[in-house]
């Protein structure tokens, strides 16, 4: 089976095999006067598919392919082997760039992405390609020009969650782009009720078969000398993932706790920062909070996460963010919200504190407990560390669920082969 994975995956490994460039002076100027430099970056990405290609690499009959853009690309093109994987990287800097006419029709005539993408996939010419994501538009808008090949899409999170304008103006050509895919791809994969329930409102006619992330082996670290009380980190930082209720919270902690001290780690546009800032200051917080950017390399955020005494990771959409899996396999205590997913996390032990989304004084109280009782601490750390390493023994019968789903896939493409039940997402037994 020759497997093509399209994602926006990458590392630092993985980019010491492309011949880079800096921006000159001229594009650097314009990326900071449109606020964009949080966007030019260059930091690791989608672990949770690396994770996947490890273990891919260890199944016998697959040649696999990883496809990804990349910014700040000398080529249009990169092609590279390591390990048993053939990768494939392709510019996307103008693309990206060309997001900024608002419009998705016109987007669509001046990107470059897809037909990057068209080049690549005839060279490989795949079985069948596993698209991670309908939401982003240089990685899921060039799978509407590979319709003629076999395709499944893995749900990172659906877009058009309808919760999201709580949190943030929606992206209307992220909103479009998401329902062509859906329109035109049948294959999907989740493992969650309300994104099958979602997708079945955008499109009847889909079919949702069951997919279950595969559990990443992250890297043993020292444990460095603690630094501040509390982190609230992202690779996107935002009000989806709580960083003005930590704020919140914390100055409600600061009245029996002067010396309280909470770190934001992680990508924050120039505005949000400010407008944090302000709600800093107003606060009083100015000696409590600080700020640390995005790491490039996925470990250096782990060291510095450990840094921290406490998690605090109020997300709003994610059923399970990364984030929490991470902070729970490095013994972080974790303060997170109730979600569709997270109460899961407590339903053998305690694990987790849960606050209720969007009650500030619901989130301080869980960050005073932590705060104030080391034996609550040590168990909830203890606890989600032995969940944690439960997880990792579940990856060989999730690996084996998904070889069925790509031949099945592979089988209703090539012979007409119904989808077998038993592969099918049944929202009855969620």
């Excluded at 900071?32 to 490890?54: M, S």
């Excluded at 016998?60 to 082997?81: A, C, H, T, Y």
């Excluded at 053998?348 to 109280?365: P, R, T, Y």
């Amino acid at each position: 089976m020759k497997l093509m994975i399209l994602s926006p995956y990458s590392n630092a490994e993985l980019r010491t095999h492309l011949k880079m460039e800096d921006y000159s002076g001229l594009t650097n100027f314009f990326v900071q006067k449109l606020g964009l430099q949080r966007k030019v970056t260059l930091i690791d990405k989608a672990p949770w598919v690396g994770h996947l290609i490890n273990e891919l690499e260890q199944v016998d009959g697959i040649e696999l392919f990883s496809v990804s853009p990349q910014i700040k690309m000398s080529k249009s093109i990169e092609r590279f082997n390591l390990n048993k994987t053939t990768y494939y990287f392709y510019s996307s800097d103008f693309s990206q760039a060309a997001r900024l006419v608002g419009n998705y029709s016109l987007w669509k005539k001046l990107e470059t992405c897809s037909h990057k993408v068209r080049e690549i996939v005839d060279e490989i010419r795949p079985d069948i390609i596993v698209l991670f994501g309908t939401e982003n538009l240089t990685i899921s808008a060039p799978i509407l020009s590979l319709l003629d090949y076999p395709i499944i899409c893995i749900l990172q999170t659906v877009y058009h969650k309808p919760e999201r304008v709580k949190y943030g103006k929606p992206n209307k050509m992220l909103l479009q782009l998401e329902a062509e895919i859906v329109q035109k791809v049948k294959f999907f994969g989740t493992g969650n009720k309300s994104y099958y329930e979602l997708l079945k409102y955008l499109n009847p006619n889909v079919s949702v078969l069951e997919y279950k992330w595969i559990n990443g082996k992250l890297p043993q670290l020292e444990i460095p000398q603690k630094s501040f009380d509390f982190v609230n980190f992202s690779f996107n930082m935002g009000a989806r993932k709580g960083d003005e209720d930590c704020v919140r919270a914390l100055a409600i902690i600061k009245r029996t706790h002067p010396d309280v001290t909470l770190n934001l780690a992680g990508g924050m546009s120039p505005a949000r920062k400010d407008y944090i800032k302000s709600i800093i200051s107003e606060l009083g917080l100015n000696e409590n909070v600080s700020f640390t950017p995005m790491f490039e390399m996925k470990e250096d955020m782990y060291r510095h996460v450990l840094k921290a005494r406490y998690a605090v990771l109020p997300v709003k959409m994610d059923l399970i963010s990364t984030t929490i899996r991470e902070s729970m396999f490095y013994k972080l205590p974790v303060i997170t919200n109730i979600t569709p997913g997270t109460p899961l996390l407590n339903k053998e032990k305690q694990c987790v504190l849960l606050a209720e989304k969007d009650n500030i004084n619901s989130l301080a109280n869980c960050m005073l407990q932590v705060l104030e009782d080391d034996r609550l601490s040590n168990e909830l750390a203890k606890n989600a560390y032995e969940q944690s390493l439960g997880w990792q023994m579940d990856n060989k019968q999730r690996v084996d669920n998904l070889m069925k789903i790509l031949h099945s896939v592979i089988n209703y493409y090539n012979n007409g082969t119904a989808i077998p039940q038993e592969l099918l997402f049944n929202p009855e037994r969620k």
